[in-house]
């Protein structure tokens, strides 16, 4: 079978499952998408796909949940997320291949295990800490796709509610995205291939959105919560073991 219809297939699969992670908790779109996408494509694409897809469901989240955006309190986080931008961008352009896909396997496995934790770091309500989180996870999503968890976190110990999480976050992500995928452009990162696997991801991202979105509020958060950590923490060892074994 050709490589690129292999590509596009487990792309299909991988944005479809992650949008479905992405939908239900507000964040992680990279963390279901990427186990699957890094079994044939580089990290690089890998991290370009699902920042630029995921801009589409980060609007209809912002819609959906839009009054339950705690926009006042996430105005300073994402000038501060925008400014970690380049420093992302830099990154992502000048790693290595399997260093990346190794740090990748390795970030998606430690905050699978900090989310199973369920930690509420009480140092992070202040808002200090706070825009220096927007920061940080601004670089770590433009450079490798994953770091939703640690903005989770820092909104659970706020004590906000499931859906304020769900709208306040995708709406701090749409612009740090939003700014990394032009900075993707000037850089020179988008290539004939990796434009066309975004376009297709397209349909199976709605499709999730709208899957997700129908099931969210009759699912079992608990039960669900346990499945995704293992689904999470298991993909994440998988990456590691294909790249250090194989």
């Known amino acids: 079978m050709d490589s690129l219809v292999v590509d596009i297939l487990l792309t299909l699969l991988a944005i479809f499952v992650g949008s479905l992670v992405l939908v239900i908790a507000g964040f992680g779109i990279a963390i279901g998408s990427s186990p699957i996408m890094l079994l044939t494509l ?16 980060f609007v209809l989240m912002i819609h959906q949940n839009r009054r339950h955006i705690n926009y006042r309190e ?16 830099y990154i992502l352009s000048n790693s290595n291949p399997s260093a990346l896909r190794v740090s ?27 825009w220096g989180a927007a920061f940080l996870v601004s670089v770590m ?6 770091g939703g968890p640690i903005m989770a976190i ?10 304020s999480i769900r709208g306040s976050l995708p ?41 997700a979105s129908m099931l969210v509020k009759k699912i079992n958060q608990s039960y669900y919560r346990r499945l995704i950590l ?4 298991c993909a994440g060892t998988v990456i590691l073991v294909k790249e250090v074994f194989i």
């Open 42 to 57: 580089d990290p690089q694409s890998t991290v370009i796909i699902i920042n630029t897809v995921s801009l589409l469901i």
């Open 74 to 89: 996430m105005t300073v986080p994402v000038i501060f997320g925008m400014m970690g931008v380049p420093v992302g961008v």
């Open 104 to 130: 990748i396997a390795l970030l998606i496995i430690f905050l699978g295990f900090v989310m199973a934790l369920n930690p509420t770091i009480a140092a992070i309500r202040h808002k200090f800490t706070l």
């Open 141 to 146: 999503i433009t450079s490798t796709g994953i």
């Open 154 to 163: 820092a909104a659970l110990s706020r004590e906000w509610d499931r859906e």
């Open 171 to 211: 709406y701090y992500y749409l612009f740090i995205e939003t700014t990394a995928v032009i900075g993707y452009f000037i850089t020179g990162m988008f290539d004939s291939e990796r434009l066309i696997l975004t376009g297709v991801s397209i349909f199976p991202a709605l499709l999730g959105f709208f899957i």
């Open 230 to 233: 293992g689904i999470v923490i």
